[in-house]
């Protein structure tokens, strides 16, 4: 069983610090950092804007994260907020520029080389399966997180 727990946490250490090696490498040629990458593709995938919330959602990020970012993004001229006389710019749609869609354009055909490499040889069969299992892993470690966290509200910890 502990072994289990090792194959997993290195296993998904491993994936996801080479993902951000290549976040930073790879955007550092665009001029981006690696924290830009999410925001831009799920800013592209929504011609029709987000949220800061929107984002902060999708992206998995907390919300000082994301201002952080939207407000770079703003100063290089990549998005545009669709209602720029709303007083509080979280509320407002963020769209991407015409500047930031040719930036996008380029991330996105990162993110699919990146996605090719790392699935290769293997079947969609595997993909599959692989997917599940990892959301459904995802799934039961939040439940079990809620249940520690509850547990502990309550003075009960395990």
Known sequence: MIHRFEQLTTGVSQIYKNIQRIKKLEMRSLGLKGTHVMCLYFLYSHSEGLTAADL???CKENKAGISRILSDLEDRGFIQYAHPQEKKKYRSKAVLTDTGMQHARKVNRLILRATLEGGKDIT??????????LFLISDNLEHFCEELEHSQEQGTAR
């Open 56 to 58: 902060c959602n999708l």
């Open 124 to 133: 969609a069969g595997e993909r599959d399966i692989f997917y599940r299992v």
